[in-house]
């Protein structure tokens, strides 16, 4: 427990950041499940749309420390991989 007015302060501001960046995050995940459902979905047209689309997202992401940049790297691929064997 913080005992300290700079560490109220400090949990203050952590659990305003918390609930800030956990909307981001949802929101990239929002983004891949676009892609996947369109992979699912069999159309490779929609797929290359809803990929263009998650892309600056991920990258965005990654560039604001909400996810890692090697892990925006892997979906990146992996999705990219998948949209491309669609054919």
């Known amino acids: ?5 700079q560490a109220r302060k400090r949990a203050r501001q952590g659990e305003s950041r918390r609930r800030h960046n956990a909307s981001f995050r949802s929101m990239v995940r929002t983004y891949i499940k676009k892609v996947d459902t369109a992979i699912a ?4 047209s929609v797929a290359a749309t809803a990929y263009n689309e998650a892309v600056p997202i991920i990258d965005r992401m990654a560039d604001k420390g909400i996810i890692h940049k090697n892990k925006a790297a892997r979906h990146k691929s992996r999705l990219n991989a998948a949209v491309k064997s669609m054919q």
């Open 41 to 44: 979905g069999g159309d490779q």
């Open 1 to 5: 427990m913080a005992n300290s007015p």
